[in-house]
């Protein structure tokens, strides 16, 4: 059974940086979009970024251009998001996602057919 495990998230200082990683079980990772989501107390899951199968494209949420950066390395079925001068606003659980059709540029949460559990990203003020 394919899976993904989140890694990395912890509590940081605003202005800090993390590096989130998640590992997928199984030989097909390298044919699969990736995207990252966050879910915040009270708030619906939404898009934070995505990377194509080959880690060509990449997509950001508005709110993130220019301080995330998400990168893939295949031959070690991982994704990473790399998150940079982090913000109080940045607080919530992180989830990685497999699109399990490859679809190119996919911002959608019910599109998305594998999850991981979540990791925890607080960012104190």
């Known amino acids: 059974q394919w899976q993904l495990v989140e890694s990395g998230g912890g509590l940081v200082q605003a202005g800090g940086s993390l590096r989130l990683s998640c590992v997928a079980s199984?030989?097909?990772?390298?044919?699969?979009?990736m995207a990252w989501f966050r879910q915040a107390p009270g708030k619906e899951r939404g898009f934070v970024a995505a990377?194509?199968?080959?880690?060509?494209?990449?997509y950001y949420a508005d709110s993130v251009k220019g301080r995330f950066t998400i990168s893939r390395g295949n031959a070690k079925n991982t994704v990473y998001l790399q998150m940079n001068s982090l913000k109080a606003e940045d607080t919530a659980v992180y989830y990685c996602?497999?699109?399990?059709?490859?679809?190119?540029?996919?911002?959608?949460?019910?599109?998305?057919?594998?999850w991981g559990q979540g990791t925890q990203v607080t960012v104190s003020s």
């Open positions: 996602a497999a699109d399990l059709l490859n679809r190119d540029e996919n911002y959608y949460t019910d599109e998305y057919g594998s």
């Open positions: 199984g030989s097909t990772f390298g044919s699969y979009s």
């Open positions: 990377v194509s199968w080959n880690g060509v494209s990449t």
